[in-house]
């Protein structure tokens, strides 16, 4: 099975600064990952998503997400967020490549808060 | 376009209940359907999937079970609710892709 660590359970920063999330995953074989956002008491948004082909990932509201093979990582960024960005985010790993019926691996996910 | 449907959007019912969670899928022939469970600060846990009628498979041995009477309906349910049977639970959905697409969640309470 396939196991994701999300690093911060909350990265708290103020508006129009920068931030990073970082996710890690174990895995020997290729991987499909995904960043998704959930909003209080909502389901869960897709953010943008890895498949193959450029390693820099371009997603929804700004974000982008950096494929790093060697170092098992797809840390999530965004220059300059906005308080609308307030949400918990979740770095989840399907290995099932060749086939759809992809069990996604979650992390614990991490807590953006932006500040005013 | 296709859309998920789950209801009821809030449940709280006491220990040793029923439970009856009904998802739906729209837009869509022959999804694969999953249901999760996130529990706070657990992220979230794989229950059941589904990649046809009556067809369901499970991940993790619980008090909860799973149908799928209908290609775009799937139902989780359990004979006696425990007080960790708490949650947010998510159903989803999946087809030609490989992302999955989640439904607006139902939060149970067992009291």
């Known amino acids: 099975a396939q196991s994701v660590t999300q690093l911060d359970s909350q990265v708290p920063v103020f508006e129009e600064a920068p931030v990073e999330l970082r996710c890690n995953y174990s895995s020997s074989v290729s991987v499909y990952l995904f960043w998704y956002v959930q909003y209080p008491n909502q389901g869960l948004q897709l953010l943008l998503k890895y498949l193959s082909g450029s390693t820099l990932v371009k997603g929804i509201n700004g974000f982008e997400a950096e494929f790093n093979k060697s170092q098992t990582s797809f840390h999530l960024r965004k220059p300059s967020v906005h308080i609308s960005d307030t949400a918990e985010y979740f770095c989840a790993v399907n290995s099932d490549r060749g086939s759809t019926l992809g069990r996604l691996y979650f992390g614990r996910g991490t807590q953006l808060t932006v500040w005013p | 376009s296709q859309t998920i449907h789950q209801w009821p959007a809030t449940l709280v019912q006491p220990v040793g209940s029923p439970l009856s969670l009904e998802c739906t899928v729209e837009g869509t022939s022959n999804p694969n359907l999953y249901w999760y469970r996130q529990a706070a600060g657990r992220g979230l846990q794989l229950l059941f999937y589904s990649v046809g009628i009556g067809q369901i498979s499970s991940e993790v041995p619980q008090n909860l079970s799973a149908s799928r009477p209908q290609d775009r309906q799937f139902i989780l349910s359990s004979k006696k609710l425990l007080l960790s049977d708490s949650g947010f639970y998510l159903c989803?959905?999946?087809?030609?892709?490989?992302?999955?697409?989640f439904g607006p969640g139902t939060r149970l309470t067992v009291t």
């Open positions: 989803a959905w999946n087809s030609a892709t490989y992302e999955q697409y």
